[in-house]
């Protein structure tokens, strides 16, 4: 059975959108971060905050949905 990181790897390599996704999660992040250095946030940046989170969610759950694609279609493949 193969792991997350070798599908994450094969997806890398072969769909551009699982690359697309990755790294707009990345740059996400590092936006976040560079809220959360910070000590007092001003109303729009929480609000920005809870709007970069969600958006970070959403794709790291899209993300896992092409993995999860990914296993079922592997295994169906061996499986025949």
């Known amino acids: 059975m193969l792991t997350d990181n070798?599908?994450?790897?094969?997806?890398?390599?072969?769909n551009t959108e699982f690359r697309e996704l990755e790294e707009s999660h990345h740059r996400l992040d590092l936006e976040l971060n560079d809220l959360q250095r910070r000590h007092v946030?001003?109303?729009?940046e929480e609000l920005s905050k809870?709007?970069?989170q969600k958006e970070k969610l959403a794709k790291k759950d899209k993300m896992a949905e092409?993995?999860?694609v990914y296993r079922d279609?592997?295994?169906?493949?061996?499986?025949h």
Do not use: C, N, W, Y
Request: proline share 4%; hydrophobic share 45%; no cysteine.
């Open 6 to 14: 070798v599908i994450m790897e094969r997806l890398r390599q072969s």
């Open 50 to 52: 809870k709007q970069l």
């Open 73 to 79: 279609h592997g295994l169906q493949a061996t499986a």
């Open 41 to 44: 946030l001003t109303p729009a």
């Open 66 to 68: 092409m993995i999860r």
